[in-house]
């Protein structure tokens, strides 16, 4: 799907970071039409979420599975292949070649896409450097998503401060989703490399993940939509 073809709802993914499927639900709900896209991770999957997969693509949502899994290739493989049955539309590996083969074998002509996460959005060089990389993070971020592309990974997950520099080496035929957006005046949290929801967009960022800015909110409705009125802003 081209940037253009993404409906601009579609765009903002918001993170179910809940500790269980009735906080989740009671989320959903509030949220009604303004959410058309949701993002399950570890700690709604391990609280059993999984089955909030199923259910919200019956409700006509779209549901990105942030599982970021890695492991030996085979295991991978048939993890993935248990995923596609799911109905999430894209599930994360982490950007490890074995995985990434892995996944793209265990998804088949399955329609999940599947992201690989290139470095985490908290991470800075001094994190790189302490986790033993010898590459700085836009370098690591680069040659991740050379491999991605090269091993055929549907899209990548990077902080919108790669977002221009990886479109130019990717093109448009790898969707480029953005954790670390923060909208101004929020709190940054963990998030080390951060960015404005329109600032992202005008960088040329697909899909925005926005998780305790919308959760933590008094009114995640009125945050959510302001965030959208911020999309469809930068996209003119
Ligand atoms: O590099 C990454 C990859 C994934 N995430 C996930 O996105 C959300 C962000 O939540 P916020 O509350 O808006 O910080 C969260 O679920 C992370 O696991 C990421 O932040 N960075």
Redesign the pocket.
Known sequence: MTPAEIAPKDRLIV?L?LPSVEAAEATINRLGDSVTFY?I?YRLAYAGGLPLVGKLADKGKKVFL?LKLHDIGNTVMQGVESITRLGATFLTVHAYPQTMKGAVEGRGNSSLKILA?TV???YNEADLHAAGYRLGVSELVEARAQQAQVLGIDGL?CSPEEVGNLRKIVGHQMSLVT???RPAGSAT?D?KRIMTPSRAITAGADYL?????VLEAADPKAIAEAIHAEIAQALG
């Open positions: 993170a970071d993002k991770g942030d996460v985490l959005t908290s997950v954790p670390g957006i949290g998030q993940v926005v998780g305790r800015p």
